[in-house]
């Protein structure tokens, strides 16, 4: 069927209206069914209203369920080092997810390790696997408790400000992203205010929570973690023999019991609401020069293997006889790189 002019211009000003507008002026929200409406009569059926309005604005779960987990597997397998079970786990609970149609309540993944690991970078693919923009996107919000939740005194307000801004932006995009960072630095109890939006309820006040995705960071549980990788080291055991069920219970008692942590006797562990605790184990040498080769190519250098091993020379490792893990994992490559590279 051909289209007449007009009524084609017609339909892409509706369209881009909002694009025009000073910001604030107009909602894009509350225009959709009139501007998806007029669009497909105009068109006659012949330009998709969402796909068209997502071209010129991002749009909650911007990508096919497919594609993300897709995107999730091909970064973690090329940009992560030394963390089988991270790589392993994180994938099937996402891909799982996203194709659940019917699912009973959000995703909740605790993820812990020393710094430097990789649990804000795993975060961060995670963003980007579903929302172009990642991190950037309006329907991830991030959270650090040192500079979201600073003062004790103000748990109370916190948890009130926390509370809406959840249902806020679960109302606006079901399939939102929320990503806690220095939970073992986060006043106890706090976290606690979240609980109703991970539990297994249908609506809330009328908002279904059950297709948003919580992610939780954490230092705590470091010291468990380091503890069964050196035992299966010092047996003659590599770190990929290590499996999640020899480490997940444990990991998360000690999550629960350690006072210095945001999740210490926290409801959401108690109730079973973490779907998945995730260990970071410890990065090796071997590691630190896998950081170190991709960190040199991302700048358009040629590998040099010369500073790599200068490099993963210069980190200092654990524990002091064996010298085994770095102490800071990966986390200082960047800035070491800048004294070759300027």
């Known amino acids: 069927m051909k289209l007449r002019r007009g009524a084609l211009r017609a339909a892409l000003a509706l369209v881009l209206l909002p694009l025009l507008t000073p910001a604030g002026a107009v909602e894009p929200i509350s225009l959709g069914l009139a501007i998806a409406g007029a669009a497909a009569s105009a068109l006659t059926g012949f330009i998709s209203y969402p796909r068209l309005y997502c071209y010129f604005r991002e749009c909650c779960l911007h990508r096919h369920d497919q594609r993300a987990a897709a995107a999730l597997q091909e970064n973690l397998d090329k940009k992560l080092f030394g963390q089988h079970l991270v790589s392993k786990v994180v994938v099937k609970a996402v891909r799982g997810f996203l194709n659940n149609t019917n699912a009973k309540k959000p995703l909740a993944l605790s993820l812990h390790g020393w710094t430097g690991t990789g649990k804000n970078f795993v975060s961060k693919i995670v963003a980007e696997s579903i929302y172009k923009r990642g991190l950037q996107s309006k329907y991830v919000h991030q959270f650090v408790a040192t500079l979201h939740f600073p003062h004790a005194h103000s748990i109370n307000l916190y948890k009130d400000q926390l509370q809406s801004w959840i249902r806020g932006n679960v109302s606006i995009c079901p399939r939102s992203l929320f990503i806690f960072d220095e939970m073992d630095k986060m006043h106890a109890g706090l976290i606690d205010s979240i609980k109703p939006f991970l539990d297994y309820y249908e609506l809330l006040d009328g908002v279904s929570y059950r297709q948003a995705i919580f992610i939780f960071l954490s230092n705590a549980g470091a010291e468990k973690i380091t503890e069964v990788a050196l035992d299966f ?60 080769r991709v960190e040199i190519e991302s700048r358009g250098y040629t590998v040099d293997e010369d500073i790599v091993s200068r490099i993963a020379d210069e980190m200092t490792y654990f524990p002091r006889e064996e010298r085994i893990y770095s102490d800071k994992g990966c986390k200082t490559v960047d800035a070491k790189l800048d004294y070759y590279y300027d």
């Open 233 to 292: 080291w010092r047996n003659g055991r590599t770190r990929e023999d290590i499996q999640l069920t020899h480490i997940q219970n444990a990991l998360s008692v000690s999550v629960f019991n350690n006072k210095n942590s945001g999740f210490w006797h926290s409801t959401l562990i108690d109730r079973n609401l973490i779907d998945y605790f995730i260990p970071f184990l410890p990065l090796e040498y071997r590691h630190v020069k896998m950081c170190v």
